[in-house]
């Protein structure tokens, strides 16, 4: 029987691999955001029939289905935060505790948050769908009706994912910034409207771009992950919740990534 | 396209050191046979254009496909159960898919198409997810897609499972309807077939291609014949017979 040895030279190399590849994850995922939408525009199917059925339906799909949990969430997360810090409004004065609170849950939390429901939810559901066409040859005769999955599959997903996120985004944070505050407040001190006015107000335009942009690039990057991981998939059906697993981590990761950067550019 | 213009024409093609010459004009029957399964499919796909070959030329409805831009699905039907329906849509969504997706047809005038197509095929099953189709129905439903764009030349690999050879008498109809205004490829071990319905037949056999003009002058095609028919299993000779 053959020993197993600790040798360091392999440990070092499998270290090395793996950074290797973590480094250029992100690379090869803006290359197949990139083919996709390229094969998309290319072959002029930005109005195709086929194409923008898919898309229709899995913004529906990805949006719509997942609005009564996302609001559920977003309540619940507006009362977690909004129960503490609502006492600190007579001694930080409404102004100052609007503009956290907007800059905290609206601008970094809500938009997290909801992409991680989106990653549990949607991100799941396309990478496993993807793979079990491919796994099943469904990719393979799509191919021979020449129909290209890229734009077929991959790109109506990707727009789907950018428009699921930034509604289901916005819900999110209005619900959890006015509904949840709201609530905290009247179970707190009984205090109206004021701190919900005093967020509005701490509302300006350049904050509600990046609201825009950030969500849309989260929804891009979940959906790229999920179906760039799924289209590795060969044979072995094993390799379905391997790839899976895979994609939705990285999705997790990159949007956790992603979300850091953002915020230091706010300092 | 003139009518008598060949559908597909293959001058010279090349697979390995094996060289296929053949012109197909619409209403023919050529069928693909050899007990090597690997090799007949990589000749069905050649001749499809799904797959460049090693040289010659080929031609399908007058277009260079190897000249790179050739759509095959434009022209050609390709039938497999290798590759399946979208287990997602229902059978009506799949038969249309090709007609939204290539044509931008309006979703009623396509779904009338598909409707029309599957009961041409023979389907008989409700509109449901693939799924829920027994295996009769599915290769209609599958048949009925890869007629969708009206193509000139159906390309079909092993339509004849063994687990339908109850059905295979349907099957065979459903594939022959409509071969007066298309030519047929098929890559079948269903000798019964051949006989019946090939006006010639293409031999693939130890890396090497072979045309026969008719099924009596594929039997007496010598040693290789010989034996692929010899080893052909009992069921397959009784249909023949």
């Known amino acids: 029987m053959r020993s197993r040895t600790f040798d360091i030279s392999t440990a070092m190399g499998w270290t090395g691999r793996r950074t290797l590849r973590l480094g250029t994850y992100p690379l090869d995922l803006v290359v197949f955001i990139g ?41 619940a ?13 007579s001694s930080l004065g409404n102004r100052q505790l609007g ?15 909801t992409a991680v429901i989106m990653i549990g ?21 799509l191919e ?18 950018a428009v699921a996120q930034l509604v289901l985004a916005t819900y999110f944070t209005a619900i959890a910034l006015f509904g949840g505050t709201l609530l905290a407040g009247r ?21 509600l771009l990046a609201f825009v942009a950030k969500n849309l690039a989260f929804g891009v990057i979940i959906a790229a992950a999920a179906c760039h991981g799924a289209v590795q998939v060969t044979r072995p059906p094993f390799e379905v919740p391997q790839r899976v697993q895979r994609a939705l981590t990285a999705a997790l990761v990159l949007v956790f990534l992603v979300n850091a950067m953002t915020a230091l550019l706010w300092l | 396209m003139a009518v008598d213009e060949p559908v597909l024409d293959a001058r010279g093609l090349r697979r390995g050191e094996a060289t296929l ?58 039938l497999s159960a290798g590759a399946p329906l979208l287990s997602t849509f229902d059978v009506i969504a799949n038969v249309m898919l090709p007609r939204l997706y290539h044509f931008q047809e309006a979703p009623l005038e396509a779904r009338r198409h598909a409707v029309q197509l599957l009961q041409q095929t023979g389907f008989a099953a409700g ?57 047929l490829v098929i890559a079948t071990q269903n000798l019964g077939f051949v006989q019946r319905h090939a006006q010639r037949v293409i031999f693939v056999h130890d890396g090497a291609v072979q045309l026969f003009g008719s099924w009596d002058a594929f039997r007496d095609g010598g040693e290789a014949v010989a034996a692929y028919l010899a080893a052909m299993p009992k069921l397959f000779e009784e249909d023949a017979a």
């Open chain 1, 35 to 75: 083919d996709a939408f390229g094969a998309w525009i290319r072959r002029g199917h930005v109005r195709n029939r086929a194409t923008r059925r898919a898309t229709v339906s899995h913004i529906l799909l990805t949006g719509l289905n997942a609005l009564p949990a996302t609001l559920l969430t977003g309540l």
């Open chain 1, 77 to 89: 997360v507006g009362l977690t935060l909004g129960l503490p810090l609502v006492p600190f409004s």
């Open chain 1, 99 to 113: 503009e956290f609170l907007m800059r905290l849950l609206g601008l970094e939390i809500g938009p997290l948050l």
């Open chain 1, 121 to 141: 939810r949607a991100g799941a559901a396309m990478s496993i769908e993807l793979a079990n066409m491919k796994l099943h040859g469904e990719t393979a005769a």
């Open chain 1, 144 to 161: 021979q009706l020449g129909i290209d999955i890229r734009d077929f599959f991959i790109a109506p997903r990707l727009i789907a994912g």
């Open chain 1, 187 to 207: 179970i707190v001190s009984g205090s109206g409207p004021e701190l919900v006015f005093a967020t509005i107000d701490a509302i300006e335009p350049v904050h």
């Open chain 2, 21 to 78: 010459d053949i012109a197909m004009r619409r209403g023919e029957v050529v069928a693909l046979v050899g007990a090597d399964e690997q090799e007949k499919t990589r000749w069905l796909r050649v001749l499809a254009g799904l797959r460049r070959s090693d040289g010659g030329s080929l031609h399908i409805c007058g277009e260079d496909v190897l000249a790179g831009r050739f759509m095959p699905h434009r022209k050609s039907g390709y």
């Open chain 2, 127 to 183: 509109n449901v997810l693939p799924a829920a189709l027994d295996r009769l129905s599915s290769f209609q439903a599958m048949l009925a897609r890869a007629l969708a764009m009206n193509p000139a030349l159906l390309f079909v690999h092993e339509p004849f499972d063994i687990t339908l050879a109850p059905h295979w008498n349907r099957i065979e109809a459903a594939l022959l309807a409509g071969t007066e205004t298309r030519a």
